[in-house]
């Protein structure tokens, strides 16, 4: 079973500033296969990106996916106030058909 | 746009089955292009796919090991819904319980159920 490790577990920083967000998987996996979702209190996660690189549809460029192998990246360029929230990167293998979820990371104010 | 409404019941005795209903809107249940999808968030387990439903010709579910002696998900095309049963519940069945559009990745989600298993 891959397991997802992310890190840092908790980023501060000052709106405008630039987050890097690690996820990194326990062996290779397929890029087509990772994603990165936000998630705000009392909300559902939101999809941001898919297949490593591709924004779903509505989210601004300033949000971004990169990465191969066993280590991804999420950058957001310039933190707007409301991107403060907890961050989680998801792989998804098949055979097996199989879901897993990283255990998040928490940007907050600086 | 596709949108997912929830509903059942917030609170479910041990050993007792909680069961969610999840409607959709601007899509079908029957979508050759889609699979509807139950995932958890707890705590102590973080986010958990449970299971999902999907239309390819006919009908395949797939579930995650850690709940498939326990879990069945039922499409109903006349409601354009999907369905979660999961039986035997236990207190580390509490969790939000959610349901998600998608294959890869869950584009659209539900709005979250918290399910206390408590007497």
């Known amino acids: 079973e891959i397991v997802l490790m992310q890190s840092p577990g908790t980023l501060s920083l000052s709106p405008g500033e630039r987050a890097t967000l690690s996820c990194r998987a326990s062996?290779?996996?397929?890029?087509?296969?990772l994603a990165w979702y936000q998630q705000k209190i009392g909300q559902a996660p939101r999809l941001l990106i898919y297949g490593v690189s591709s924004r779903a549809t509505g989210i601004p460029d300033r949000f971004s996916g990169s990465g191969s192998g066993t280590d991804f990246t999420l950058t957001i360029s310039r933190l707007e106030p409301e991107d403060f929230a907890v961050y989680y990167c998801?792989?998804?293998?098949?055979?097996?058909?199989?879901?897993?979820f990283g255990q998040g990371t928490k940007v907050e104010i600086k | 746009q596709v949108q997912l409404q929830q509903s059942g019941p917030g609170l479910v005795e041990p050993s007792q089955t909680l069961s969610l209903t999840c409607a959709i809107s601007g899509d079908s249940v029957s979508s050759t292009g889609i699979a509807w999808n139950w995932i958890r968030q707890s705590p102590s387990r973080g986010l958990e796919f449970l299971g999902r439903?999907?239309?390819?010709?006919?009908?395949?579910?797939d579930y995650a090991l850690s709940v498939k002696n326990r879990v069945t998900i039922n499409p109903d095309t006349s409601k354009n819904q999907f369905s979660l049963h999961l039986n035997s519940v236990t207190p580390e069945d509490t969790a939000v319980y959610y349901c998600?559009?998608?294959?890869?990745?869950?584009?659209?989600w539900g709005q979250g159920t918290l399910v206390t298993v408590s007497s």
């Open positions: 998801q792989h998804h293998v098949n055979p097996p058909p199989t879901w897993t």
């Open positions: 062996q290779s996996i397929s890029s087509s296969s």
């Open positions: 439903t999907y239309y390819r010709s006919k009908w395949y579910n």
């Open positions: 998600a559009g998608g294959n890869s990745a869950f584009s659209t």
